[in-house]
């Protein structure tokens, strides 16, 4: 502990309407207060005309197009189908209420980088939490990765992902610049410390996402568990778009006799989900989605933190890969995690007999929480010293 409350400003993407996303907020703030210090998330409004202008090379940016393309095509989709439109409407309000009563307290919003660097006056250390924050979309920003902070202030990322295996070449300078700024470097994958060491020669610390952090016995502490589903069922929980997880998901179904559960609709608009599962649930918070995991029968997902509360909470899961397998795949963090955990065999390829082989094989969770453990002990490790710890 330190001898007086310091204060750390937080960069992270605190109003995304992501069930893992908000829960490894939720996880981050735990993290920073064990460490004796206060916090508040920085808001930043870039949005000026300056920053525009300046910055009318993202349009060039295919990551950063992607992105924009996909959610208007999901808006635009979602019009056709009023309970589609009405349900995500509920989502978005049990986001809210999340965010409310877990998540901050918050800075004022800084417009504009001159008020958000001048902003940073009052803060002892400033941080880029975890999540994918580091992907090529976002580098003109300034922010995710710091590159707004004074030289005089104390830098760190935890757990921060690229979300890549590789940084195009076009963004390589400016990625080696940020993150020789950083004091205090920690990534979640493995591939992470790699693209550090090729593009700056330094070692990052491979930390576990903050949601893994925090122990089973502390997430029920801080949402109990409660049933949400009468009888037995699949949780299928997917947030990309293919076809073959769907139907690898419906066959195994119905091989075991057992109806899926599903929270269609996320990040994209799918269409075979308005056929896909037997219960479409859109009345689902983060606490609510962690309910979903802990009384699923078995979880089968393309999702990171599917596949980390299915770890948790020792259900029996299978997890394939949301994207097409490349440069520019985002699968290496699930692929990352599971290696470091020893059980690898959990990523799969939407195969029905494979599936059911994968998840009939008992995973040895006594195992798997002994390396938690001691990767929960390095991880703590790693942010006492660079908050607390000498320069």
């Not at 830098?155 to 940020?178: C, D, H, W």
Request: charged share 30%; net charge positive; hydrophobic share 35%.
């Amino acid at each position: 502990m330190v001898d007086e409350m310091k204060k750390l400003g937080i960069c992270v993407r605190y109003d995304c309407n992501n069930y893992g996303s908000m829960l490894q907020i939720y996880a981050t703030q735990r993290i920073v207060k064990n460490a004796g210090w206060d916090y508040e998330h920085i808001r930043y409004d870039k949005k000026t005309v300056g920053f525009m202008i300046k910055n009318v090379t993202r349009l060039f940016n295919p990551y950063f197009m992607s992105g924009k393309i996909m959610n208007l095509k999901k808006a635009m989709r979602a019009s056709k189908y009023p309970e589609v439109k009405q349900g995500d409407a509920e989502r978005k309000q049990l986001f809210g209420s999340f965010r409310k009563e877990y998540i901050g307290p918050y800075s004022d919003v800084y417009k504009g980088e001159k008020n958000l660097v001048k902003g940073t006056d009052k803060y002892d250390a400033v941080m880029v939490g975890s999540d994918q924050l580091w992907t090529p979309a976002g580098i003109k920003s300034r922010f995710y990765n710091l590159l707004f902070v004074p030289d005089k202030i104390k830098k760190i990322s935890l757990a921060t992902s690229f979300g890549v295996t590789r940084i195009p070449i076009n963004q390589m300078k400016t990625t080696q610049e940020y993150l020789n700024r950083i004091e205090h470097l920690s990534v979640r994958e493995i591939s992470g410390a790699k693209i550090v060491k090729k593009l700056t020669g330094r070692t990052a610390k491979v930390v576990l996402d903050p949601t893994l952090w925090l122990t089973k016995e502390e997430w029920d502490e801080a949402f109990p568990p409660k049933r949400l589903e009468e009888g037995k069922y699949i949780f299928a929980y997917f947030l990309g778009t293919n076809t073959a997880h769907r139907k690898t998901a419906e066959e195994f179904a119905k091989s075991r006799n057992l109806p899926i559960v599903t929270c269609p609709h996320l990040d994209d608009f799918v269409k075979e989900d308005l056929e896909f599962g037997d219960h479409k649930r859109f009345d689902v918070g983060p606490a609510e989605f962690l309910n979903l995991i802990r009384g699923a029968e078995y979880v089968i997902t393309d999702s990171f933190h599917g596949t980390v509360f299915s770890i948790l909470n020792r259900r029996p899961f299978v997890t394939f890969g949301r994207y097409a397998e490349g440069a520019h795949s985002r699968n290496s963090r699930i692929e990352s995690l599971l290696k470091q955990l020893d059980i690898e065999s959990r990523y799969s390829k939407p195969e029905l007999g494979r599936v059911e082989k994968l998840i009939d094989t008992e995973i040895d969770f006594d195992k798997v929480e002994r390396r938690l453990a001691k990767l929960r002990q390095d991880a703590y490790g790693f942010i006492e010293n660079a908050l607390n710890g000498e320069e």
